[in-house]
């Protein structure tokens, strides 16, 4: 049996267990593969430092050794960033090996410049990891799904805030307590703001929005708003109404064949697949022409789960090099516009905190005319000072709910706008 | 751009829709493939008839001339049954041509034979419409999941009977009322044993298994229950205890490893994220050692979404056909050996009819110890004549569990063993 040489580009938190399991199983995966996958050397910045389970002697702080090793055949890539990674891949495709990399980052800003350099090389860049961890969605996506349509994606695919979500769901917690219990067991980094402004998800989305709809999308073509602003009176509010508030990446075909491509928070009813995503499990649910409804679920990070998604890429890049072929490229060949957010509907939900006069309604009602919001139902609650109008708009643009806003802000009767949220997973 | 000719055995339910999409998708699928896809023949039973958006020349009832026609370079099979898909199929691969098909009753019984045949002619047998219609499993498993170990696939792959079961557990309703009002609504057939026996389930069954482990597996493996039995009791039991039943496909290592491959109703806790899938839906959950838990949800059959995941596979061979290489192969390498129903281990629900009497219990409680089957909760409703005793196992044997039901039904106190169910979904 032939053997395959595999170096690979950090080990941290996925880099080892990729590492442990690639020694592991060592058989089971050359029996899968047709090949014997030998990691013979693995790049990291400390390379003095003493690793569980990693022979010292495959230790190296000089990365550029493995991509530029002509006995290398196969490059995993879980550095993570910009620098190096991009210049260390992009040397590693050029001398003609194939990639697996689990660099969402990376993908989102530069994919375009990355799958160029592999079909020059006519290699492999594989990354089935970079989107909801050890989740089979990328392949799915690209694969199972290319004889359809593909109308909508529509995903959980940050696990920290969606622990964070949860908890707040199911303990009535305030945002800063749940993210404060997040980081205690390890779910939060100390610096959030990747995770819960929304960044992570925005990677994802314009990856799996590429994928999607065989068009370029990248991080900036991304719209972004995190989960800080989210209350526990709206996780409350969105509860009586038997929703459940989730940061939702959506990549969606406009009704004038435009991409909409954004991240935010968004109320969904409790019924739908993706509101029992709870804690940090991922899912992704798509809609297509004609295979319908689908959901993806499970694990959307960690070292092992992610490791997984590698493995199963490296052994696919691996049967190409010993049985020649190579795996499909990227196809940007549909060329989509990405739509403004201006422009993207959804219904919404609006909190008004209201003075408690005759009236009141009424002059509400007619800002929302004036705009050409539809209401679809209002709910009052409290009375005296402390009387609350709950809004629920249909469909509409964003510009025009913004217009809306701004007008209702102005209103006397309205002493304030509590909170306005999308509303998602209805037409 | 190269054209690839493509031949069609079957034109029907799923069939006039792959037709369909081939026609209306032409461009878009083209780019997709790298190369135009021309449906030039279709074979049929009867030629004659008319068919809504198939032009009648393409329509032949001499399903041969198609697979040995040399102009032809894929071929798609959805005739279904043995008989003469087997020959056609066999002829193709033959001939040189990559197959695509959705026949798992073809594929569990003659599977082995169809992939040497692919391989010795070194073209792509495809086949992800064969399980769960729309949703990509088969590719995942094989692919996505290849660099992990699977422990456990257990899946709801059959629409009609979960259809029938959902019936029961909203309304209330007895089998046959729920049989009946699925036949009336289109969801099972005039004759549905191949369905609520279990046998359409145990096709997809030993398909899953042979693919998670890596060894052969045919129907004649897989042990086989129905629904037929279940009663509005049995629902009514279930729902007191928070669970829900389902008919499950189930593919496990067991601690010996072998691999035992099942089909039979089972009680699942309505926390499990399989028993929120309702109505005509499948869903396939999986756990594998390094990525965790996973479940793919979607719709099942249906001409449009199996058409789906034909078409996806279409591209995929002709892609093949376009770049060289070839998709990755069956594996059997691992040769797992099939578990007897008998050493299988699992938990059970068993409901009693007993006299009230003094010492009912200890009898009972004797019983099972005598098979050292362990008790985990007993819980006695109602009183005089119509006591009964509603027992939850431990895991057990199921030869252990049967010799416990046969002493029972011995058994002077024990009027009637009312019903032995299986509870999956925990450890
Ligand atoms: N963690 C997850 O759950 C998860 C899930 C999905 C995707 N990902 C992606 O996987 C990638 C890796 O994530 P991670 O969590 O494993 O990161 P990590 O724990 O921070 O590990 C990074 C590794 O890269 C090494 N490294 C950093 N700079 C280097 C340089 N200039 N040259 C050589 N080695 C260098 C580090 O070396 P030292 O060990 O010496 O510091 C470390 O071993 C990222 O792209 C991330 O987005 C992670
Ligand atoms: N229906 C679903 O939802 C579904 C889902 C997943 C998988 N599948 C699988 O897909 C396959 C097709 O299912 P289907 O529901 O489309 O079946 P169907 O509606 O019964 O269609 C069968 C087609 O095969 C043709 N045919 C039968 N015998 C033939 C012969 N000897 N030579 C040439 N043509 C012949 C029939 O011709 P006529 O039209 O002239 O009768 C008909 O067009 C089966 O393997 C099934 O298990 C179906």
Same mark, same amino acid.
């Given at each position: 049996m032939k053997t395959l040489k595999v170096g690979m580009l950090g080990a941290g938190v996925v880099g080892s267990q990729i590492a442990r399991l690639l020694i592991a199983n060592k058989s089971d995966l050359a029996s899968r593969a047709g090949a014997n996958l030998e990691l013979v050397s693995i790049a990291v910045k400390d390379s003095k430092l003493k690793r569980d389970g990693i022979?010292?002697?495959?230790l190296t702080n000089d990365?550029?050794?493995?991509?530029?090793?002509?006995?290398?055949?196969?490059?995993?890539?879980? !550095?993570? %960033?910009? &620098?190096? $990674?991009?210049?260390?891949?992009l040397t590693a495709l050029k001398?003609?090996? #194939?990639? /697996? *990399?689990?660099?969402?980052?990376?993908?989102?800003?530069?994919?375009?410049?990355?799958?160029?350099?592999?079909?020059?090389?006519?290699?492999?860049?594989?990354?089935?990891?970079?989107?909801?961890?050890?989740?089979?969605?990328?392949?799915?996506?690209?694969?199972?799904l290319v004889g359809d349509h593909v109308i909508r994606v529509m995903g959980i695919v940050n696990g920290t805030t969606n622990y964070i979500l949860t908890k707040m769901d199911e303990n009535g917690a305030a945002f800063a307590d749940a993210l404060k219990e997040a980081q205690a067991l390890g779910?939060?980094?100390?610096?959030?703001?990747?995770? !819960?402004? %929304?960044? &992570?998800? $925005?990677?994802?989305?314009?990856?799996?929005?590429?994928?999607?709809?065989? #068009?370029? /999308? *990248?991080?900036?073509?991304?719209?972004?708003?995190?989960i800080s602003k989210?209350?526990?009176?709206?996780?409350?509010?969105?509860?009586?109404?038997?929703?459940?508030?989730?940061?939702?990446?959506?990549?969606?075909?406009?009704?004038e064949g435009a991409v909409s491509v954004?991240?935010?928070?968004?109320?969904?009813?409790?019924?739908?697949?993706?509101?029992?995503?709870r804690d940090s499990f991922n899912a992704v649910f798509v809609e297509a022409e004609s295979a319908g409804q689908m959901m993806f679920y499970g694990k959307g990070a960690g070292?092992?789960?992610?490791?997984?998604?590698?493995?199963?890429?490296?052994?696919?890049?691996?049967?190409?090099k010993v049985n020649?072929?190579?795996?499909?490229?990227?196809?940007d060949y549909a060329d989509l516009k990405i739509a403004q957010i201006g422009q993207t509907k959804t219904r919404y939900l609006i909190r008004l905190n209201v003075a408690d006069k005759p009236g009141v309604l009424e002059s509400v009602a007619h800002v929302f005319a004036s705009h050409q919001v539809s209401i679809q139902t209002v709910r009052q609650t409290g009375a005296g000072d402390k009387a609350e109008l709950i809004v629920m708009t249909h469909s509409s643009n964003e510009s025009s709910l913004s217009a809306t806003v701004k007008d209702l802000k102005n209103l006397p009767v309205v002493t304030d706008v509590a909170s306005v949220l999308r509303v998602e997973g209805v037409n």
């Open positions: 022979p010292a002697a495959l990365a550029k050794s493995i991509v530029n090793d002509p006995q290398i055949d196969l490059v995993i890539e879980v !550095i993570g %960033g910009i &620098d190096p $990674a991009k210049e260390l891949i001398n003609g090996k #194939s990639v /697996v *990399t689990a660099n969402k980052a990376l993908l989102a800003k530069h994919g375009a410049e990355l799958y160029a350099a592999a079909d020059k090389a006519n290699v492999d860049l594989y990354y089935e990891a970079a989107v909801a961890g050890a989740i089979p969605i990328l392949r799915p996506l690209r694969e199972s779910f939060a980094e100390s610096d959030p703001s990747a995770d !819960i402004e %929304g960044f &992570d998800a $925005a990677a994802k989305a314009a990856i799996l929005a590429g994928l999607a709809f065989h #068009s370029r /999308v *990248t991080d900036n073509d991304v719209y972004r708003e995190g989210i209350t526990a009176a709206d996780v409350k509010v969105a509860k009586a109404m038997e929703m459940v508030i989730k940061l939702l990446a959506i990549a969606e075909l406009t009704p954004r991240v935010h928070p968004a109320l969904i009813s409790r019924t739908h697949p993706l509101a029992s995503v070292g092992a789960p992610t490791a997984s998604a590698i493995l199963g890429d490296l052994v696919a890049v691996a049967r190409h020649g072929g190579i795996g499909p490229k990227e196809s």
